[in-house]
């Protein structure tokens, strides 16, 4: 039998070949919005103006108890002296971007370029304002757990949570933030938060983490991965690494804040115009805030090395 030796191939097709566009955007991911959501939110004292906003501090200096060992003896007063605390709103972030009238009408309309790429830009600022309010670690001296070696365990655990306690801060206040990594690799490998029987669970009472995959309830439209002894837990790739170490947080929600002060009142504002000097429309996208520390003891800076991971 001869043997065919001159098949059609791709090349020789090409005119018939189509090539064909899908409806699907493959979009960009970002972190959840979990520490703006939890922290002190000052807005509404920014939207009448100003661009410095004080936060008196009562607390640092305390009273003292005195003893009138002679009834009828003259007190003795005291006045602590007050600290103020100021956030400077003074950051203000944008994306813009411009599109040409040829290109606009080449696009195919099957897609909304606007609408995809306002979406990118509106989330890119948001992140730029977690990764702002993360970034305060720095300035959390008061409670430091764990160093560059550490591979979270139950006892850091503990010790953050009693870090909190011993300040008399309201446990039903405050959050875990901590990196992915350190969530999948460190925390759920901890026996007894993986391991029901270790608390004396058996059968459908045992909703350990093997089973849900989260610490109890959980919203991952948020980044809540449930609770950790009853704290709620969230997991944001915002948490600062450096020098080998996430700076994981448990925080008060006294403990940073921040304040919005855009025009138009919401987070982000999106403007659009056409302009003729350029034959395109161009769109921009900003945000002005400012972040600050309010309270350093309300937060405890929980640190794990950056590369250990527990079997």
């Not at 034959?279 to 937060?299: K, Q, S, W």
Request: charged content about 15%; overall charge negative; proline content about 3%.
């Amino acid at each position: 039998m001869a043997v065919t030796t001159d098949a059609f191939d791709a090349t020789e097709l090409v005119a018939m070949i189509p090539e064909v566009w899908t409806p699907l955007t493959l979009e960009e991911m970002f972190a959840k919005t979990v520490l703006a959501n939890f922290v002190t939110d000052l807005t509404s004292w920014a939207a009448d103006g100003g661009d410095i906003l004080h936060v008196p501090d009562v607390y640092t200096n305390s009273f003292s108890v005195q003893s009138q060992s002679t009834q009828g003896a003259e007190v003795t007063t005291e006045a602590p002296a007050q600290n103020d605390v100021t956030l400077t709103i003074g950051t203000h972030s944008y994306i813009a971007y411009l599109l040409g009238d040829k290109d606009m009408r080449q696009l195919s309309k099957m897609y909304d370029f606007n609408e995809v790429y306002a979406k990118k830009a509106g989330a890119t600022l948001a992140d730029a304002l977690e990764d702002a309010l993360a970034a305060l670690w720095s300035g959390l001296s008061t409670n430091s757990i764990g160093d560059t070696a550490t591979v979270l365990a139950d006892l850091e655990v503990r010790q953050s949570i009693n870090a909190l306690a011993g300040g008399n801060f309201d446990l039903r206040e405050c959050a875990w933030f901590f990196h992915p990594t350190v969530f999948w690799t460190q925390i759920a490998a901890v026996q007894k938060y993986y391991d029901a029987s270790q608390i004396g669970l058996i059968g459908a009472e045992a909703k350990s983490l093997t089973k849900s995959g989260n610490f109890g309830p959980m919203d991952a439209s948020r980044g809540l991965h449930g609770s950790l002894y009853g704290i709620p837990l969230f997991v944001s790739t915002n948490m600062v690494s450096g020098l080998q170490t996430f700076r994981n947080l448990l925080l008060h929600k006294d403990c940073l804040a921040f304040a919005l002060q855009t025009p138009g009142g919401s987070k982000v504002r999106t403007q659009a115009d056409y302009l003729v000097q350029n034959i395109a429309a161009l769109t921009v996208l900003d945000m002005v805030y400012g972040v600050v520390e309010l309270r350093d003891a309300a937060g405890v800076v929980v640190n794990a090395n950056n590369t250990a991971t527990t079997a």
